[in-house]
């Protein structure tokens, strides 16, 4: 059974930081592309971003690019997205999730998800 469970969400001001993680078990870890994802109320879930299996590729939704960073350390399971210079827009419960392919991850897909954790960007 796979498990995702993200953790590093919480309530920040505009403007400033936070790094959401997420370790996964029960697949291999090494060849599943993982991206993270996020939804508000009435909106139905989105990609933020999308990294390949070995790391070597990632793409972003329009609305993130040079703001938000994806990465993985393949050693730990785990999966990463670096959040700068967040904006009240951001604000939406993150999601991870496990794309059976990539990069076409719709295609085939989300074989998992994670519980999702709350980010809250407020003055």
């Known amino acids: 059974q796979v498990r995702l469970t993200e953790s590093g969400g919480g309530l920040v001001q505009p403007g400033t930081s936070l790094r959401l993680s997420c370790t996964a078990t029960?697949?291999?870890?090494?060849?599943?592309?993982m991206g993270w994802f996020r939804q508000t109320p009435g909106i139905e879930r989105g990609l933020v971003a999308v990294?390949?299996?070995?790391?070597?590729?990632?793409y972003y939704e329009n609305s993130v690019k040079g703001r938000f960073t994806i990465s993985r350390d393949n050693a730990k399971n785990t999966v990463y997205l670096q959040m700068d210079d967040l904006k009240p827009e951001d604000t939406a419960v993150y999601y991870c999730?496990?794309?059976?392919?990539?990069?076409?991850?719709w295609g085939r897909g989300i074989r998992a998800w994670g519980r999702g954790t709350q980010v809250t960007v407020s003055s």
């Open positions: 999730g496990a794309p059976n392919s990539y990069p076409d991850i």
């Open positions: 029960g697949l291999t870890f090494s060849t599943s592309p």
């Open positions: 990294m390949s299996a070995d790391g070597e590729d990632a």
